[in-house]
């Protein structure tokens, strides 16, 4: 669907990169699959090049690259290296430049160059280092995707101490879920926010948090809508007034730390049981990034980055990193969708992005809503856009070359929240085929295995990587013989990662991703994944989204397909035959579902990914456990009700 310009290559990172390769090592490596072939079969010399080529910052390097090497987990990558995470994001001499641009909903805007946020961090981190702050210690936040959450998580980091966060919509229940299981010493959050032109008021979650955490020994509280009245407890203070009386000239003392350190604390879903606390390290998360953004993404020095996020979503960890490379962060708070569904198209225009991150839900909704940005906007800086959240189906690559802009680089990206990166991405230098994700990551060993292990090309399995990385995480929060971790990703195959993603390696060395693989259909025994199904129904003009689930009936699998429609729409046999016959021609006859039902909501995590397992444990009488991950489970009354009816 895209082929990259000669001029678009020869300018791009990865192709320097190439020649660097070439160079030191005297690898006969021409291109992007003799550099991949290069990676993993050289890790360690591939990772060490990297560090050379993106100037890393450190106190100390360190002679050996892996040790350990063939252990998994278990690898100890630049074991002798001493860094710091917020010092490789805040000095690269780019003093000047707009390191972010802050947009809200609201029309509330800000920019700060490199300059300005080196100062602020200081000043923040002076605060927190007289509150007692030391590594390792967590400092964490409930905050708006805002500056002030860049500068608390670079001045927590900049200490040695462990950030984590969450987006304010989540309740006081889930968030306590995730935050008591660290015992957080510093609390940053935000009064409100603003969504879809509605304002909400969190201020009255201050008093809850503050009772059911006593580790918080101080709650810093950002005023975003200025709603708070004032509290007698003694613990609460005003951003503004924590940072008053510091002076923001004083060199910030950056804490050398043990490359595999931890920095970020994220968390797992939480569908089937509390939320896994899964720990990323200082070094690991800042050198995979830096591959990611230069060289599968092609971010320059002075490159507008944005990706439409929460800070309770990995991509926020990820886009801040883009710092590391010089990139001006464009950061964006409130719906995508308003006050009209091209809104995000105008921020292009208005702050020149080049690099354009979203979901795949989003693409979707764009094209249900019949938008056309090329139409309607000049688009003129935008060069890459990204999507990641969900597989991208083959009707939004058309839509997105035909409807936003014909010359760009679409590179749908997956990997998670448990690696705080990606597996398959996109790559600047590689053409884009329509379906397909263009690449694996560098030094990635990533593979398909079949259930008994082995294996596969060109056929559905399970995406796997059977070598270490230095983005896997530490380990788990109150893990300590990991035992958590190993059954996360170690059960299923010994001594290699099983991702949970069901996925096809193409013969151009592309990936196709199915769903998740424990969400895998299998009617009459043939393996199904759920986004076979979505990327037909998608197609449905009728159909605003779907779940689609597998339930046991007389022995089999019965494949039931749940079905928002547009407003006023009724589902109709007509509009059922129609569906189901969709389906038939584009996919096969075992692809049809047995049953579509109509819902007006469906299950979805804050992040937005829909839960099927939810919906399956519902179709089946059992517990859906820790609804608090949910951001609507009232959604799951309906599908109690209308099971009800047909069982």
């Not at 995406?463 to 059960?491: I, K």
């Not at 579902?593 to 109509?598: K, N, R, T, V, W």
Request: glycine share 8%; charged share 20%.
């Amino acid at each position: 669907m895209w082929q990259p310009s000669l001029k678009r290559r020869e300018k791009a990172i990865i192709t320097a990169f190439i020649a660097r390769v070439r160079e030191s090592s005297g690898a006969n490596v021409t291109d992007y699959e003799s550099l991949y072939r290069w990676s993993i079969a050289e890790p360690a010399a591939f990772w060490d090049l990297l560090w050379q080529f993106a100037d890393i910052i450190a106190s100390h390097k360190g002679m050996q690259i892996v040790a350990d090497a063939g252990k998994m987990p278990g690898a100890k990558w630049f074991p002798e290296a001493r860094l710091n995470y917020a010092e490789n994001l805040l000095l690269k001499g780019y003093e000047n430049q707009y390191a972010i641009i802050f947009h809200g909903e609201n029309g509330e805007s800000q920019r700060l160059s490199y300059g300005e946020l080196y100062r602020r961090v200081s000043r923040l981190a002076q605060a927190l280092y007289c509150d007692g702050v030391r590594p390792g210690d967590r400092v964490a936040g409930i905050l708006p995707n805002r500056p002030e959450s860049i500068i608390a998580m670079l001045a927590t980091a900049s200490l040695g101490a462990i950030w984590s966060s969450c987006s304010p919509d989540f309740g006081v229940a889930g968030i306590v879920d995730r935050f008591s299981q660290i015992t957080p010493k510093i609390l940053f959050i935000g009064d409100g926010y603003f969504f879809n032109g509605k304002v909400f008021d969190r201020s009255g979650q201050i008093a809850p948090l503050l009772q059911a955490m006593p580790s918080i020994e101080k709650l810093v509280l950002i005023p975003v809508l200025n709603s708070f009245e004032g509290t007698d407890e003694d613990r609460v203070v005003l951003w503004q007034d924590y940072l008053a009386g510091f002076p923001d000239d004083r060199p910030i003392a950056f804490a050398q730390l043990p490359f595999d350190a931890p920095l970020f604390i994220l968390y797992s879903s939480g569908t089937t049981g509390p939320p896994k606390c899964i720990v990323h390290s200082v070094g690991g998360t800042l050198i995979q990034h830096i591959k990611e953004h230069r060289l599968h993404t092609d971010i320059h020095a002075g490159d507008r980055l944005f990706y439409f996020t929460t800070c309770g979503w990995m991509m926020w960890n990820w886009l801040v990193s883009g710092l590391a490379s010089g990139a001006t962060l464009v950061l964006y708070d409130g719906s995508p969708l308003y006050p009209a569904a091209d809104a995000l198209f105008d921020l292009i225009d208005a702050y020149r992005i080049n690099v354009f991150g979203v979901s795949a839900k989003y693409i979707d909704a764009l094209k249900k809503a019949s938008v056309r940005p090329r139409k309607t906007h000049n688009l003129a800086s935008l060069r890459t856009i990204l999507s990641t959240g969900s597989p991208l189906a083959p009707d939004s690559f058309d839509f997105v070359y035909q409807s936003i802009k014909s010359d760009v680089c679409l590179s749908s990206i997956s990997g998670g929240t448990d690696i705080i990166s990606c597996f398959v991405l996109g790559c600047p230098i590689l053409p884009v085929r329509r379906g397909e994700i263009q690449c694996r990551g560098l030094a990635m060993k990533v593979d398909v295995f079949n259930d008994e292990g082995r294996s596969l090309q060109g056929q559905k399995g399970e995406l796997v990587c059977t070598a270490p990385f230095p983005s896997m995480p530490v380990g788990f929060w109150n893990d300590p013989e990991q035992r958590q971790y190993h059954a996360a990703y170690f059960e299923k195959f010994p001594g290699v990662w099983s991702h949970g993603d069901y996925v096809a390696l193409t013969d151009q060395g592309g990936m196709i991703i199915y769903g998740r693989s424990d969400a895998v259909l299998n009617p009459g025994g043939v393996r199904i994944g759920t986004a076979e199904i979505y990327r037909q129904v998608e197609q449905i003009d009728e159909v605003l989204e779907s779940v689609v689930v597998g339930q046991d009936y007389h022995g089999d699998c019965r494949l039931i397909l749940f079905v928002v429609l547009r407003p006023g729409i009724q589902l109709t046999d007509q509009l059922t035959a129609a569906i189901k016959q969709h389906i038939r021609e584009n996919a096969s006859p075992r692809h049809v579902p047995a049953l579509i039902l109509q819902v007006t909501d469906i299950p979805r995590t804050k992040n937005g990914k829909i839960v099927e397992l939810a919906v399956r444990d519902i179709i089946h009488g059992r517990p859906v456990k820790n609804q608090q991950a949910l951001a609507n489970p009232e959604a799951l009354d309906q599908f109690r009700q209308v099971i009800s009816m047909i069982n």
